[in-house]
């Protein structure tokens, strides 16, 4: 028995065209570029941060006697997620945590069906001094706002929910 060989063909696309043409740029310059890029969209991120936190504020403030719903506080995650998208691209490491925490927070609240308002508003007024805008604080300043949201969490035994490296997550103990 023979076999015969059979061709394989194998279409040519517009991309297989670009990547096989030489040229271009080098990848420093496509980072640049991509830097930029996303730079350029600050104005818009600072805006969203705003209106996700005054959005978060709102509902914090409206709960009555100290509780919340459960459809407040997973609106309050909806918007925690706009906040942490936009400072963790941007930079602000301190409300990225802070928001985290929250969200940490709010979760936990959720799943044992409590609608207890206080922790969720002392991590709101956290991020209201934490804003891009707001008052500027020192990295000890910083710090020790992060030391007293994990003393919430430890009291109420939430562990950090976010993916990441433990430093990243549970912010640092001051030292007395």
Known sequence: MKRNAKMIHFPTTRLTELAARSGGITREQAVEEAKKSVE?????????????IRAIEAIAYSAKRNWMSQADMKEILIQSDHVV????TFGFDALECAVKSLCDVTDGLITRESGEAAPIIVHV?????LAPGSAVLTDEQSQYL???????????HFAPLSVGAKSDTS?????Q
């Open 171 to 175: 912010p640092p103990e001051m030292a």
């Open 125 to 129: 007024q956290t991020m209201r001094l």
């Open 146 to 156: 992060m030391s007293e949201l994990s003393k919430v969490r430890e009291h109420f």
């Open 40 to 52: 350029s969209l600050r104005d818009l991120a600072l805006e969203t941060i705003e209106a996700a």
């Open 85 to 88: 998208t936009m400072a963790a």
